[in-house]
């Protein structure tokens, strides 16, 4: 009786130990499709990147500058009456 009841202990833990495993490997190849999935989504989204980068299908035209248009814009001069020195100066 004792044989019987070590040898269905030895059977019943072969069993699980080896649903233990095809869990594990299922777990990992779960695992590699996840992370295959998302590097998929990356290299679309860099495809979709340099395309824009790239701007072989982008048409410009419309927003180049005519340089007669450039002449008409006035000149600004910059006010350079800042002086450095009165920043640190302490009899202010």
Request: glycine share 2%.
């Amino acid at each position: 009786m004792k044989k019987i009841l070590l040898a269905g202990m030895v059977l019943s833990s072969l069993v699980f130990s080896l649903q233990a495993q095809e869990k594990n490997q299922n777990k990992e190849e779960l695992l590699k499709q996840k992370h295959l999935k998302e590097q998929m989504q990356r290299e679309k989204k860099y495809a979709d990147e340099q395309k824009f980068y790239q701007a072989d299908e982008y048409d410009f035209s419309e927003q180049e500058v005519d340089p007669k248009d450039l002449d008409s814009i006035p000149t600004i001069e910059p006010e350079n009456d800042f002086d450095m020195t009165d920043v640190y100066r302490d009899d202010i």
